[in-house]
């Protein structure tokens, strides 16, 4: 018979050693009930809380240096290992010699060293009361011991192709294998017939194989193997299987979205306010290719402002469970490449049906807010309507003719002064009334969300201007303007007020929630912004939102602002979804929901689909609801995970552009700034450019530094010059290397 779970630990607590043989025993478990007991006490070690000890047996992590944690191989080959139990504070740093052919995503078991390295431990610092405060070191070193569980995630390498060699039976093939760029001194053993026809040489993705190892070698097959060296197509094709995301709609979705009437030849117009009077326009990139928000503003007696957000209303054509649905729900969200778009939706329903197109009517859902002479909301309704998209506008556009109001002086503030001015588009003074307004009732909003501690962070972003073949031509900063602004707040607004809706309405809502930072990672930010500034840490340290906001406001301006606002949200968690309502730290809400995307994000659908059947009356039983609240716990974790897989996929594929773009201008002399240091060396951001790389310890010749983690630099030994975060440095890009993804720079020196 199976012991219960608090038996088995009593147990292993009294024997440390103890084989899984001698637990059965001990136990009296039956032969047929054997698997079922390996099964349990792998699940105890794949949550943390049993290690099985290689030559030993299981014990508690807590009596021995094991722990058991992810593996992350870094570019440099490298790893990190992230502990599974909250209480086992600090990742584990696993020098290259000591991966043991641990593949990154890997669930490993790590021995800890007893020995900390010089300068681990920070020195306690004394908090209120007398306390001081438990500060893990962050670089424990560890070595890999055993493998708990391989990751299905695929890794990238080069192959060697197997070669013929003959024997009494003939020719035959030896096996390939594949070299991991991360892990070069690792080998996987790729059986014949698993190549995929790989060729030598050739970049693939392998998944490693669960079972038993070619001898010393772990099995894999290749699942996809790289085209034309350098090409779009080929970089593309290797991003999508890297990161698993669907590329090509179903044919069932693709045939619904076929069938869907026009507009005009549909009675969908009945049971909606026309809204076609307004002056409703809409604020897009200028390669935006979906438009589903559009906004109008009206001024009120007493100095007030009637805000009108209208979203495209997708689940008009996007029912809960139709085919498209389930299409959606499958991808989670767009996803946004340099030089291809991977829809959520048809073209059909992204580009014409739901895309709210200027000079056409469309279906909308309306958010028609107003807000007082100070920007507080005191009223608001939520609506299905019908609207005409009288201008498409650029933030270009929007900015140039924002400032054009600046130079007649009016309340707009572009932010721009001493830039030189752009052009207005020629249709301006249609547009110059309502633009001021609009920028009056951003700087309210945006003045009150500061006020509650809302959070803003100036985090620096590379934008690609690609050519008509996905060339990359130009690289820029992606600016976060004035015009940028007035979207962003009028979004907000209209987002918060939803949430308000259905909590008002008790109805299922998927959230988004932003957990508050916890103290470990905060006493990290602190200990950082004490090397860099200690003034701005004083009061601010317990104050939450509100102190962090006082911190990312006193530093914007100065030269290392960006690395601050870059570490702060580092150590804030990532914001996700959730079934419930709940707390968006960095917003300062109680509560909040994405209404505004619903043709680019499926959590925005699902709250137009869960407005449709409140307004239908579909909710008004209990059964619907039941089956939502069944539902949506699903859709948060899985809308959340393919969130994540399109950020990752965005950043790697422009890291691979901006790689194939630079080509050209290895040698060339740069300027920078030091964002990163680290014992194997600093990273430097370029001064315009916003491309990051390494300059690796190796190749400084002038002294032989080393890493100092109190003080955050690198130290030269003899001239005791140090390099800190913040620097201006000169640089040579020396290397690209499209294999790791990795740019690498010469140092030149500091800029003094």
């Known amino acids: 018979m199976l012991p219960s779970s608090e038996r088995l630990l009593q147990e292993i607590r009294r024997h440390e050693g103890v084989k899984t043989r001698d637990l059965a025993k001990i136990f009296e478990v039956q032969d047929s009930e054997f698997d079922d007991l390996v099964t349990l006490l792998s699940d105890f070690q794949e949550s943390g809380q049993l290690v099985r000890v290689p030559e030993s047996g299981w014990v508690l992590p807590e009596r021995a240096p094991y722990r058991v944690g992810l593996l992350k191989v870094t570019r440099r080959g490298h790893g990190f290992v992230e502990l599974l139990r909250p209480e086992h504070a600090g990742d584990i740093f696993i020098p290259p010699k000591a991966i043991a052919g641990g593949f990154d995503g890997d669930l490993v078991l790590v021995e800890i060293e007893r ?154 117009r009945e049971g909606r306010e026309d809204l076609r009077h307004l002056l409703a326009i809409t604020i897009d990139p200028e390669d935006a290719r979906d438009f589903d928000d559009a906004v109008s503003l009206e001024r009120l007696e007493g100095g007030g402002y009637r805000l009108g957000v209208h979203i495209a209303d997708v689940s008009h054509y996007v029912p809960s469970g139709s085919a498209l649905d389930r299409s959606a729900r499958e991808r989670g969200t767009s996803i946004y490449l340099p030089g291809r778009v991977v829809p959520m939706l048809p073209e059909r329903l992204a580009n014409d049906l739901a895309s709210l197109r200027p000079d056409q009517d469309r279906l909308t859902k309306t958010a028609l807010m107003d807000f007082d002479a100070a920007g507080r909301l005191v009223n608001y309704r939520l609506f299905r309507s019908l609207i005409h998209n009288r201008r498409r506008f650029t933030y270009e556009e929007v900015l140039a003719i924002l400032e054009e109001v600046d130079r007649r002086g009016g309340a707009a503030r572009s932010g721009t002064a001493g830039e030189s001015p752009r052009l207005p588009p020629g249709d301006y ?32 972003r590379a934008r690609l201007t690609v050519d008509g073949a996905g060339e990359v031509v130009k690289i820029a900063q992606d600016r976060r303007d004035p015009s940028h602004h007035l979207i962003e707040e009028f979004m907000l607004a209209a987002n918060e007020a939803v949430a308000a809706f259905f909590g008002s309405h008790g109805l299922p809502l998927i959230s988004r929630v932003h957990n508050e930072p916890d103290e470990e990672s905060l006493e990290e930010f602190f200990y950082f912004l004490e090397k860099i500034e200690p003034k701005l840490v004083g009061r601010s340290r317990k104050k939450g939102s509100t102190g962090l906001q006082a911190i990312a406001a006193g530093v914007r301006g100065a030269p290392y602002a960006p690395i601050v606002h870059l570490e702060l949200l580092r150590s804030l968690p990532h914001a996700e979804y959730a079934a419930e309502a709940g707390l968006h730290f960095a917003l ?110 190796s190749t400084l010749v002038d002294d032989y530094y080393e890493y100092d983690p109190e003080d955050f630099c690198l130290k030269g030994c003899r001239r005791r010059r140090a390099i800190r975060l913040g620097q201006r440095v000169r640089v040579v890009l020396s290397e690209l290397d499209a294999d790791m993804r990795e740019i690498r720079f010469h140092f030149l020196g500091i800029i003094e």
């Open 429 to 460: 003074r249609d547009y110059l009334e309502v633009l001021n307004q609009m920028a009056e009732l951003r700087d309210l909003l945006h003045r009150r969300r500061l006020e509650r501690g809302a959070l803003e962070l100036d985090i620096a």
């Open 115 to 268: 020995r900390r390295h010089r300068g681990a431990r920070r020195p306690e610092r004394r908090g209120r009361a007398g306390k001081a405060p438990r500060v893990e070191a962050r670089l424990r070193e560890g070595r890999v011991v055993d493998i708990v569980r391989r990751s299905r995630g695929l890794i990238r390498g080069q192959y060697q192709a197997a070669r013929a060699r003959c024997n009494k039976k003939g020719r035959e093939k030896e096996p390939g294998f594949v070299i991991p760029f991360k892990n070069p001194t690792a080998k996987i053993y790729i059986p014949p017939g698993s190549e995929a026809e790989a060729q030598d040489g050739q970049r693939v993705l392998v998944r490693l194989v669960e079972g038993r190892g070619y001898g010393i070698y772990p099995v894999g097959e290749v699942v996809h193997t790289s085209g034309e060296e350098g090409s779009l197509e080929a970089d593309f094709q290797e991003i999508a299987a890297e990161f698993g995301f669907p590329v090509e709609q179903p044919e069932s979705a693709l045939e619904e979205a076929a069938r869907l009437p026009d507009l005009s030849r549909e009675k969908a």
């Open 588 to 697: 300062a809400t109680s509560t909040y929901c994405h209404f505004t995307s619903p043709i680019r994000r499926y959590p925005d659908l699902l709250v137009h689909q869960v407005l449709d059947e409140h307004w239908g009356g579909r909710l008004k039983g209990a059964r619907r609801k039941i089956e939502w609240a069944e539902d949506l716990p699903r859709c948060a974790v899985e809308s959340s995970h393919a969130e994540r897989r399109a950020e990752e996929a965005e950043r790697e594929m422009t890291r691979l552009r901006i790689i194939r773009h630079l080509k050209s201008r290895v040698g060339e002399e740069m300027a920078g700034m030091v964002t990163g240091i680290h014992p194997f060396g600093f990273f430097v951001q370029v001064e315009g450019l916003l491309i990051d790389g390494l300059v690796h310890l």
